[in-house]
């Protein structure tokens, strides 16, 4: 099946610091979505991109398509404590319509 | 407002017992999900359902059993048949339909199940 590889698994960073994280795979898709999940909630939508290329972003959020269609990024610009969480890419899967594949995530904790 | 309401948020049971996670969406959603979270894992289907009536095994549906007799409501039955069922239980709803392929799902706050 479709697998994506989300990097890095966690990361520890300072208040202020900017923090990247990425998701690839083998696979081509129309369609890349960037989730993050507080800690005991569900995961909730930052955003969707929907073209190659695109880049957009959502306050200090922002993530871009690749080129390839292969991959997408997402950054977070100086980062406060409440970036904290599970950061998860997702893709449609394609045996199915509104069937999704989850990255395994990126834990971000931010020290003060 | 809308939403996925999941209940209760923790649960505790005794191996060897069925339990029923409840989920109930007043998005006026077509398809519902249960998904999975183990830690470093991220979130894996187990089953979904795309309309009222009907529903389809996901990647980890043994031991697991849902029904969907209402459009609001889809619960999930974990049987005594799952050999490691404690874990993070989440339910997605989505507007469903082939014309909404990459539609976002939208995700409830979660059970924690812990079997002893």
């Known amino acids: 099946g479709q697998q994506l590889n989300q990097s890095p698994q966690s990361m520890f960073i300072q208040e202020g610091e900017d923090v990247s994280m990425n998701c690839t795979s083998s696979s081509i898709f129309n369609t890349w979505l960037w989730y993050k999940q507080d800690p005991g909630e569900g995961p909730v939508l930052l955003i969707a991109?929907?073209?190659?290329?695109e880049l957009t972003s959502n306050g200090r959020l922002t993530a871009q398509f690749g080129i390839t269609r292969k991959d997408s990024f997402l950054n977070i610009s100086a980062s406060i404590p409440s970036d904290v969480g599970i950061y998860f890419c997702?893709?449609?899967?394609?045996?199915?319509?509104?069937?999704?594949?989850f990255g395994a995530g990126t834990q971000v904790v931010v020290t003060p | 407002d809308g939403g996925i309401t999941q209940s209760p948020k923790y649960l505790f049971r005794k191996e060897g017992q069925n339990v029923t996670l409840s989920c109930e969406q007043n998005?006026?959603?077509?398809?519902m999900y249960w998904y999975r979270q183990d830690p470093g894992q991220g979130l894996r289907l187990i089953y979904y359902?795309?309309?009222?009536?009907?529903?389809q095994k996901g990647d980890i549906a043994e031991g697991y059993s849902v029904s969907r007799e209402k459009k609001e409501s889809f619960p999930l039955t974990v049987t005594s048949a799952q050999k490691n069922p404690t874990a993070f239980y989440l339910c997605?709803?989505?507007?469903?339909?082939?014309?909404?392929?990459?539609?976002?799902?939208?995700f409830g706050n979660g059970t924690r199940l812990t079997v002893t």
């Open positions: 359902s795309q309309i009222v009536n009907d529903f």
């Open positions: 997605a709803s989505s507007r469903g339909g082939p014309s909404s392929y990459n539609s976002p799902l939208h």
């Open positions: 997702a893709v449609p899967r394609t045996d199915s319509w509104g069937k999704l594949q």
């Open positions: 991109l929907y073209k190659a290329g």
């Open positions: 998005l006026n959603h077509d398809a």
